[in-house]
């Protein structure tokens, strides 16, 4: 079976612009939960999605925002980037809550 | 609140040498599970082994193996006989049972390096 697949792999981005990531989960899987990882505040959960609806809401601002499509794959839009956002961003599927998540290779996002 | 703390930052041994990695938790839910992630260079988080918290039979699988002890709070990993291969940052991480909590939260991990 294949893994996670995440697009694009790397990214580089200008303060302002917007952008928008994807995740494709494990054929069957119906959660996708997102996480961000920083070397400062380490890895931190987005939101997860299951059926198309989020379920769980990390701490973190209203410009980044998730949705879940009904073939199970995800997109993460953050607007208005801030060099802040700078990060490697995990998507991570699972076949259903409480089952463990598998991750994909992540998407290095980098914002100048 | 739930928390993970993993106090070892970075640790070296020398190829073959036996090594533990330390996770201690905290959490208020009766049912958690409990993980421990890899992260070699190229990033992606490799998933290693879940433990559910009504569950404390310890696990070895290979060079690896985990102590679950729920009366200290702590999910231990000691890797056997350490190869190069297993130099990567590692990541305890917690789950609830149920509703807001079933999510990872993760340790800060701690980053092995195994000398040849």
């Known amino acids: 079976k294949a893994g996670v697949t995440q697009t694009p792999r790397y990214l580089i981005k200008t303060r302002g612009q917007q952008v928008t990531l994807s995740c494709s989960p494990i054929s069957g899987h119906r959660s996708v939960s997102w996480y961000q990882q920083t070397p400062g505040q380490g890895l931190q959960f987005l939101f997860e999605?299951?059926?198309?609806?989020?379920?769980n809401k990390g701490n973190f601002p209203g410009r980044f925002s998730g949705r879940q499509f009904s073939n199970s794959r995800s997109e993460m839009n953050v607007s208005t980037l801030e060099l802040g956002d700078s990060a490697l961003y995990l998507c991570?599927?699972?076949?259903?809550?409480?089952?463990?998540?598998?991750f994909g290779p992540g998407t290095r996002l980098l914002v100048l | 609140a739930q928390k993970v703390t993993q106090a070892q930052t970075e640790i070296s041994v020398v190829e073959k040498e036996d090594v533990t990695l330390d996770c201690v938790y905290e959490t208020r839910d009766t049912t958690y599970y409990l993980f421990w992630y890899k992260q070699p260079p190229s990033g992606e988080l490799v998933f290693l082994i879940r433990r559910n918290s009504f569950d404390e039979q310890n696990e070895i699988s290979g060079r690896y193996s985990w102590n679950f002890q729920k009366s200290t709070s702590s999910f231990n990993f000691t890797i056997t006989a350490s190869q190069v291969v297993d130099s990567a940052v590692y990541f305890c991480?917690?789950?609830?049972?149920?509703?807001?909590?079933?999510?990872?939260?993760f340790g800060t991990g701690t980053l092995l390096a195994v000398q040849p």
């Open positions: 991570a599927s699972r076949l259903r809550p409480q089952e463990t998540q598998y």
């Open positions: 999605y299951f059926s198309e609806t989020q379920r």
């Open positions: 991480a917690l789950s609830g049972g149920s509703g807001a909590t079933n999510k990872l939260i």
